[in-house]
T-cell receptor, first 114, second 109 residues
Framework: ETGVTQTPRHLVMGMTNKKSLKCEQH?????MYWYKQSAKKPLELMFV???????ENNSVPSRFSPECPNSSHLFLHLHTLQPEDSALYLC?????????????FGPGTRLTVT | GQNIDQPTEMTATEGAIVQINCTYQ??????LFWYQQHAGEAPTFLSY??LDGLEEKGRFSSFLSRSKGYSYLLLKELQMKDSASYLC??????????WGAGTKLIIKP
């Protein structure tokens, strides 16, 4: 148990659907992250929130929209996705964005876009 | 650009020792992390190096040479449960984590 939960664990959606991924951390951390993991490729950082403020948006298409209502919850809203967006989406948290703090990951949401 | 290189796949025998290498080229350096990821599971933190030298933690050790842009993860007394992907990641000058693609380690009996 890493203290970071994600729902749903699996999601299949059509290109015209709208869905949301949810992440919750029970570790009292101040930074939360969304990553995309595709087979045999490095983890791609999508968004970073530190103390509920977005500090990074790594050129992510607007069809992905993050929301961080408080330091324990993070959402990723999805709309009009493309098949190439099919991947594992991982949420992580750390004590702070800077420094030597390790990141704790959730189990991920396996997303398939049809 | 920033780059982390590690072998795609390695095979080792149960009970043996294996060394997984990682070389990096980044804008600045604020520490190197190793994570373990079993298939279908979340990555979990293994080790952190910011100064040159060897850090030992049970069966796992991690080494860093900042002048060479090089690190390795050493796994001793391999067990079947060590079959996993091992991810190397470096924090750059902006404290952003730059990730390698991971090394898939296969342990054979």
């Amino acid at each position: 148990e890493t203290g970071v939960t994600q729902t749903p664990r699996h999601l299949v959606m059509g290109m015209t659907n709208k869905k949301s991924l949810k992440c919750e951390q029970h570790l009292g951390h101040n930074a939360m992250y969304w990553y995309k993991q595709s087979a045999k490729k490095p983890l791609e950082l999508m968004f970073v929130y530190n103390f509920k403020e977005q500090t990074e948006n790594n050129s992510v298409p607007s069809r992905f929209s993050p929301e961080c209502p408080n330091s324990s919850h993070l959402f990723l809203h999805l709309h009009t996705l493309q098949p190439e967006d099919s991947a594992l989406y991982l949420c992580a948290s750390s004590q702070d964005e800077g420094g030597a703090y390790e990141q704790y990951f959730g189990p991920g949401t396996r997303l398939t876009v049809t | 650009g920033q780059n982390i290189d590690q072998p795609t796949e390695m095979t080792a025998t149960e009970g043996a020792i294996v060394q997984i290498n990682c070389t990096y080229q980044t804008s600045g350096f604020n520490g190197l992390f190793w994570y373990q990821q079993h298939a279908g599971e979340a990555p979990t933190f293994l080790s952190y190096n910011v100064l040159d030298g060897l850090e030992e933690k049970g069966r796992f050790s991690s080494f860093l040479s900042r002048s060479k842009g090089y690190s390795y993860l050493l796994l001793k007394e391999l067990q079947m449960k060590d079959s996993a992907s091992y991810l190397c990641a470096v924090k750059d000058s902006n404290y952003q984590l730059i990730w390698g693609a991971g090394t898939k380690l296969i342990i054979k009996p």
